[in-house]
């Protein structure tokens, strides 16, 4: 079993639409969660951390059970420009190694 | 530099041959990493940084890669005696490292691209 795990999709989802990407990780120490988006034929970039409490960031928010070791991100009103590969990071205790997981890929369609 | 820095930014090689990829962290940046992505694939570890130290090797695939960092800034993977499984994207990230939020972010940079025919 990998450690982080992701619906690989594809989502295919039309403008407007709100859509949501579900995440689990196996290590129970894992400490930070976060959102990366990844254009295709692109390196990754940080698209938002994931906090206990859940956060927001425009259109995006992201939410972390620990409990059930489950992170998600929900996607409102998505945009053309919102089609890429949203990947799942978790990084252990310790020191900083962020293991990554697949990936859920989104493609927004007019 | 303003960002992470990597070359080759395409690479095809001979199975059998060594080849040698570089990255240029952020500079201040002391965590560096290496992770490798196949074609439709996530992100696989291979190796992190901690100045010139390196405290977690776990994922290099075999003893035919290894990595090194000079001057807690530039760094170089190598992999030897190349095989068509190592055919990849070669991803360098770096980070600010400590306690601080910046140690959670990675930069990337945009890869080298490495083709074993």
């Known amino acids: 079993r990998k450690e982080v795990e992701q619906d690989p999709g594809p989502f295919n989802v039309p403008e407007g639409a709100t859509v949501a990407f579900n995440c689990t990780y196996s290590?129970?120490?894992?400490?930070?969660f976060f959102w990366y988006r990844q254009d295709c034929r692109k390196e990754p970039k940080l698209l938002m951390s994931v906090y206990s409490s859940g956060n927001e960031d425009g259109r995006f928010t992201a939410q972390l059970n620990r409990a059930s070791q489950y992170i998600s991100l929900l996607i409102r009103d998505s945009k053309l420009s919102d089609s890429a590969t949203y990947l799942c990071v978790v990084k252990r205790g310790g020191y900083n190694k962020l293991i990554f997981g697949a990936g859920t890929r989104l493609a927004v369609h007019p | 530099g303003a960002g992470v820095s990597q070359s080759p930014s395409n690479k095809v090689t001979e199975k059998g041959k060594d080849v040698e990829l570089r990255c240029d962290p952020i500079s201040g940046h002391t965590a560096l990493y290496w992770y490798r992505q196949s074609l439709g694939q996530g992100l696989e570890f291979l190796i992190y940084f901690q100045g010139n130290s390196a405290p977690d090797k776990s994922g290099l695939p075999s003893d035919r890669f290894s990595a090194e960092r000079t001057g807690g800034s530039v760094s170089t993977l190598t992999i030897q005696r190349t095989q068509q499984e190592d055919s990849a994207v070669y991803l360098c990230a770096s980070s600010a490292s400590g306690q601080t939020s910046g140690a959670n972010v990675l930069t990337f940079g945009a890869g080298s691209r490495l083709t074993v025919l």
């Open positions: 290590n129970s120490a894992s400490q930070s």
